[in-house]
């Protein structure tokens, strides 16, 4: 079973800016994406992504800004987007709400970093290990201590949700 153990925070965009001149200064392999992200109405966290690269459909088990949930995933061409779409509407999934963002990915001492910048909803980093059921845990710790050795506050569920609900009701005007 593939578990994602994230941790995220809501960062300005000086904070974004130095991150990436850190990040980009250890010589560290990146890869720089555009993506666009369909959230469908459904019990669960169902979502196409198209990058620069790829088309996937992705569904996370758990509650959404969860520390630690269960993930699968399947890969296709980008040109797949649009059929994947119609596929989940014509099913009956309808589009709950769209991201459109730019995401600059590190590898740094195993943990995966994104540093994304979401039209209309901010800039955000995201460090993330897959992690198993018996580690998640100590992963969790791992991934926080290397938000606080970086002088980033971990933004409280709480403040995600609030900004989640208020994107979600006003998505199609942000973006």
């Known amino acids: 079973m593939k578990i994602e153990v994230e941790v995220r ?8 800016n130095e991150l990436l001149d850190f990040f980009k200064g250890l010589n560290l392999p990146f890869t720089e994406d555009f ?17 620069n690269k790829h088309s996937l459909v992705l569904f ?6 969860d520390f630690s949930r269960e993930e699968i995933e399947a890969k296709f061409k980008r ?6 779409e119609k ?4 099913a009956g999934y309808g589009v709950k709400v769209k991201w459109i963002r730019k995401r600059i990915e590190f590898k740094w001492e195993n943990i995966n ?5 979401t039209k209309g909803y901010g800039h955000i980093i ?3 290990i897959m992690s198993n059921e018996e580690n998640k845990e100590k992963n969790l710790e791992i991934l926080k ?3 606080q050795e970086l002088n980033i506050p971990l933004t409280p569920r709480e403040e995600f949700d609030k900004k989640y609900d208020f994107y979600l009701k006003n998505w199609q005007n942000l973006i």
């Open 35 to 51: 993506q666009e992200t369909y959230y469908f109405d459904e019990r669960g966290d169902l979502r196409i992504y198209k990058t």
């Open 126 to 128: 995201e460090l993330e």
């Open 60 to 65: 996370k088990k758990g509650k959404l800004h």
């Open 113 to 117: 970093i994104c540093l994304d910048n």
């Open 9 to 16: 925070s809501f960062i300005s965009e000086q904070k974004y």
């Open 87 to 90: 596929i989940f509407t014509a």
């Open 145 to 147: 201590q290397k938000l």
């Open 79 to 84: 040109e797949d987007f649009e059929k994947l």
